[in-house]
């Protein structure tokens, strides 16, 4: 028998424990403090002496313990997991179908419509779709959307355990007979004690197998049938990559062949941060005509048929040619994986290989636009402005050039040079304004029926032979005694000028040739001489108010 002794050298026995007697403090010491918010204990509170009694104390406990009950057991005990943890996204699958009656065909009774079945384990729901098949004509889809299906009047819903292959559904109404499952759902009912019985084949549908028969040599059409065309190309596309050769630049668009009604889409290919209008589709989806049949075939008809219009084909478009479409020209230089697909099955002799061509950085130059020519309306500055923005801007003016030669005009007296005898008395006067360089011309009254009025409105007038780009203008210098001002094709013959005009051009007589002032002086002095001077009363400008010759 072993006895403990404390420090005094006493056995730790009831009746021979002692108060020590040099003890001084008697508070009873903070042993827990907070950290974290948490309640722990402060080892270095616990006396040296305490600490050891303490564990030798339990040390002595513990042995005496598994000697007496053995060693305690210790093995580890599994975490609890819920039912919805374990069974979260497992789902059973199963196929079947259904039989429909078919009311409005006298050929088909009834048809086999394939669905399939989803059991969610985690809540014991199901829901069923039908799986959707191009062209059918039906609504396919989700037929009944996720809910706990009721098994019968009493209450009670369908269970895991009630599903198996080779039996029927019964859900609101509609039988569905289950074939098949899948692999996991086969395991997890084998794993559950549940015998799965044998798969069965899925019924065809009578309506869908008389479709695929070929029909009979009898009632095949000569040309493409229409409805087989639409049931087995719906959906196919083939996409060729072109360039067009614009007036602008060189542009590269997709080329769409449509292969369910052959028609053609021509699109443009938009790059991120161009600078280009955003203007995707080039052409609209159409039947694009290659060539006229018929000989002396009207341009313009209501209708057209095969008959008379041959239309593109997909034997038309080979990579590295250049295809005319609607008289645009597109060179065809790559296609994606189908299209190449397609024309190793169905065009065998046709060879699709790209064509290599440089960077659009390398293709697309820049080219000096061309401006078409003057049509007559407004002025040249106008027309041109609408050439080269969208939205046209006002030409600019000089406005102190218009400030300072305000009111400022040369008048000049002309007549009409034209092949016609009866415009031989016909009158003008020619008037320049010298704040914006522009011509009027009005016409004086005569006895031969002609009226008088405004010939031309304030505009400017170019000279023959100036392009649209850059136009050359009348100027004073060109204002010659027996000079020939054409304007807008009428030729006028210069005969005489006001005294202003000599004095202008005096003033300014660096800017103007010597012949034209030497031509204006003789003819003032001639007028001076025979005492018919040009006064301001026979070159005064008609009012305003007179109607303009036409």
Same mark, same amino acid.
């Given at each position: 028998?072993?006895?403990?002794?404390?420090?005094?050298?006493?056995?730790?026995?009831?009746?021979?424990?002692?108060?020590?007697?040099?003890?001084?403090?008697?508070?009873?010491?903070?042993?827990?403090?907070?950290?974290?918010?948490?309640?722990?204990?402060?080892?270095?509170?616990?006396?040296?002496?305490?600490?050891?009694?303490?564990?030798?104390?339990?040390?002595?406990?513990?042995?005496?313990?598994?000697?007496?009950?053995?060693?305690?057991?210790?093995?580890?005990?599994?975490?609890?997991?819920?039912?919805?943890?374990?069974?979260?996204?497992?789902?059973?699958?199963?196929?079947?179908?259904?039989?429909?009656?078919?009311?409005?065909?006298?050929?088909?009774?009834?048809?086999?419509?394939?669905?399939?079945?989803?059991?969610?384990?985690?809540?014991?729901?199901?829901?069923?779709?039908?799986?959707?098949?191009?062209?059918?004509?039906?609504?396919?889809?989700?037929?009944?959307?996720?809910?706990?299906?009721?098994?019968?009047?009493?209450?009670?819903?369908?269970?895991?355990?009630?599903?198996?292959?080779?039996?029927?559904?019964?859900?609101?109404?509609?039988?569905?007979?289950?074939?098949?499952?899948?692999?996991?759902?086969?395991?997890?009912?084998?794993?559950?004690?549940?015998?799965?019985?044998?798969?069965?084949?899925?019924?065809?549908?009578?309506?869908?197998?008389?479709?695929?028969?070929?029909?009979?040599?009898?009632?095949?059409?000569?040309?493409?049938?229409?409805?087989?065309?639409?049931?087995?190309?719906?959906?196919?596309?083939?996409?060729?990559?072109?360039?067009?050769?614009?007036?602008?630049?060189?542009?590269?668009?997709?080329?769409?062949?449509?292969?369910?009604?052959?028609?053609?889409?021509?699109?443009?290919?938009?790059?991120?941060?161009?600078?280009?209008?955003?203007?995707?589709?080039?052409?609209? %989806? /159409?039947?694009? !005509?290659?060539?006229?049949?018929?000989?002396?075939?009207? *341009?313009?008809?209501?209708?057209? $048929? #095969?008959?008379?219009?041959?239309?593109?084909?997909?034997?038309?478009?080979?990579?590295?040619?250049?295809?005319?479409?609607?008289?645009?020209?597109?060179?065809?230089?790559?296609?994606?994986?189908?299209?190449?697909?397609?024309?190793?099955?169905?065009?065998?002799?046709?060879?699709?290989?790209?064509?290599?061509?440089?960077?659009?950085?390398?293709?697309?130059?820049?080219?000096?636009?061309?401006?078409?020519?003057?049509?007559?309306?407004?002025?040249?500055?106008?027309?041109?402005?609408?050439?080269?923005?969208?939205?046209?801007?006002?030409?600019?003016?000089?406005?102190?050039?218009?400030?300072?030669?305000?009111?400022?005009?040369?008048?000049?007296?002309? %007549? /009409?040079?034209? !092949?016609?005898?009866?415009?031989?008395?016909?009158?003008? *006067?020619?008037?320049?304004?010298? $704040? #914006?360089?522009?011509?009027?011309?009005?016409?004086?009254?005569?006895?031969?029926?002609?009226?008088?009025?405004?010939?031309?409105?304030?505009?400017?007038?170019?000279?023959?032979?100036?392009?649209?780009?850059?136009?050359?203008?009348?100027?004073?210098?060109?204002?010659?005694?027996?000079?020939?001002?054409?304007?807008?094709?009428?030729?006028?013959?210069?005969?005489?000028?006001?005294?202003?005009?000599?004095?202008?051009?005096?003033?300014?007589?660096?800017?103007?040739?010597?012949?034209?002032?030497?031509?204006?002086?003789?003819?003032?002095?001639?007028?001076?001489?025979?005492?018919?001077?040009?006064?301001?009363?026979?070159?005064?400008?008609?009012?305003?108010?007179?109607?303009?010759?036409?």
């Amino acid at each position: 028998m072993t006895y403990n002794f404390n420090n005094h050298g006493i056995p730790f026995l009831p009746g021979y424990s002692f108060r020590d007697v040099s003890k001084s403090a008697f508070h009873r010491s903070q042993t827990l403090g907070y950290k974290n918010g948490y309640a722990l204990p402060h080892r270095a509170s616990v006396r040296p002496a305490q600490d050891s009694l303490l564990s030798e104390y339990h040390l002595t406990h513990q042995d005496i313990t598994d000697l007496t009950y053995g060693p305690a057991d210790q093995k580890l005990h599994k975490a609890f997991i819920p039912a919805h943890v374990t069974l979260d996204k497992k789902v059973l699958r199963y196929y079947a179908y259904f039989v429909e009656d078919v009311l409005d065909s006298p050929e088909v009774g009834q048809c086999v419509r394939p669905v399939v079945i989803y059991y969610y384990l985690v809540d014991d729901s199901m829901c069923i779709f039908e799986p959707r098949v191009q062209n059918s004509g039906t609504q396919q889809g989700k037929r009944i959307k996720r809910q706990r299906f009721p098994k019968n009047d009493r209450g009670e819903y369908y269970k895991w355990k009630d599903l198996n292959l080779r039996m029927d559904l019964d859900v609101y109404g509609v039988k569905y007979h289950i074939t098949q499952c899948d692999a996991f759902t086969k395991e997890f009912m084998e794993s559950e004690g549940i015998l799965v019985n044998d798969p069965e084949p899925m019924p065809v549908d009578s309506h869908s197998k008389d479709h695929q028969k070929p029909q009979p040599p009898y009632s095949t059409p000569s040309k493409l049938d229409k409805l087989y065309q639409f049931l087995n190309m719906d959906g196919k596309v083939l996409r060729f990559f072109a360039l067009f050769d614009d007036a602008d630049e060189t542009r590269f668009v997709k080329i769409h062949y449509y292969l369910v009604d052959d028609t053609v889409e021509i699109t443009n290919v938009q790059e991120p941060g161009s600078s280009d209008d955003p203007f995707p589709v080039l052409l609209h %989806r /159409l039947k694009i !005509p290659k060539q006229i049949k018929k000989e002396n075939f009207p *341009i313009c008809v209501m209708e057209v $048929s #095969d008959e008379e219009v041959e239309y593109y084909s997909p034997k038309d478009f080979q990579l590295g040619q250049t295809i005319n479409l609607l008289g645009r020209s597109f060179t065809l230089y790559q296609c994606d994986g189908f299209t190449r697909e397609y024309y190793q099955k169905n065009h065998p002799d046709m060879e699709m290989k790209s064509v290599e061509i440089p960077k659009k950085s390398d293709v697309v130059q820049d080219r000096k636009k061309e401006v078409p020519p003057y049509n007559g309306f407004g002025s040249l500055e106008d027309s041109l402005q609408n050439c080269l923005f969208l939205n046209p801007k006002p030409p600019k003016i000089n406005p102190l050039k218009k400030l300072e030669k305000q009111n400022q005009v040369l008048r000049y007296s002309a %007549r /009409l040079e034209s !092949p016609h005898p009866e415009d031989e008395s016909r009158r003008f *006067i020619l008037s320049y304004y010298l $704040s #914006d360089d522009m011509i009027s011309i009005f016409e004086k009254s005569s006895s031969l029926c002609f009226f008088g009025g405004k010939f031309l409105k304030k505009t400017r007038v170019p000279k023959p032979g100036s392009t649209v780009e850059n136009p050359e203008y009348y100027s004073p210098a060109d204002f010659a005694i027996g000079a020939i001002v054409e304007v807008f094709s009428h030729r006028f013959v210069l005969t005489d000028a006001d005294r202003y005009v000599l004095t202008y051009l005096e003033s300014v007589w660096d800017q103007i040739p010597s012949q034209t002032l030497d031509s204006i002086r003789q003819k003032l002095d001639e007028g001076t001489a025979n005492k018919q001077p040009a006064d301001q009363t026979d070159l005064a400008e008609p009012s305003h108010d007179e109607k303009p010759v036409l």
